[in-house]
């Protein structure tokens, strides 16, 4: 995907699975949105993704790291309301958020990601697919 790109893989009702290689490409216009993405699930990309009030996310784990740095944004979404998930590093290319959502599986989750089924060793896709459909039916 080019810089700035965002792909919509499916759509349920006014509820979108979109995929971006870096949060940052992520906006207002995505508040009814599940976001695959190919970045780390830290901190600073959990604080942006909760400030555009997506409905989900999932993003790569960075090998978790010190401190669990590489997830601690999860924790950010949960106390926003969001369910987060990441995948693993060796499962996923980093920067790549169609890796993220085609070769992903399922590393960590938060407890609203785990109240939707989501588990660890589930592809992103199926985990994707269980935050699209709670997506869909809270905005539509």
Do not use: F, W
Request: some cysteine; overall charge negative.
């Amino acid at each position: 995907m080019s810089e700035g790109a965002q792909k919509i893989v499916k759509e349920s009702g006014r509820a979108r699975l979109i995929i971006v290689d870096t949060t940052s490409d992520v906006h207002e216009g995505n508040v009814n949105d599940v976001i695959m993405s190919g970045s780390h699930s830290g901190q600073n990309c959990g604080e942006h993704l909760s400030h555009n009030n997506i409905k989900g996310t999932i993003g790569n784990d960075a090998g978790i790291g010190k401190n669990d740095a590489g997830i601690a944004g999860m924790k950010i979404l949960e106390e926003h309301g969001i369910p987060a998930a990441a995948v693993s590093s060796m499962s996923a290319k980093i920067g790549n958020g169609t890796s993220t959502y085609e070769q992903g599986k399922i590393s960590a989750a938060n407890e609203l990601a785990r109240k939707l089924g989501i588990t660890v060793g589930m592809t992103a896709r199926e985990a994707a697919d269980k935050m699209l459909e709670e997506a869909a039916r809270k905005v539509n």
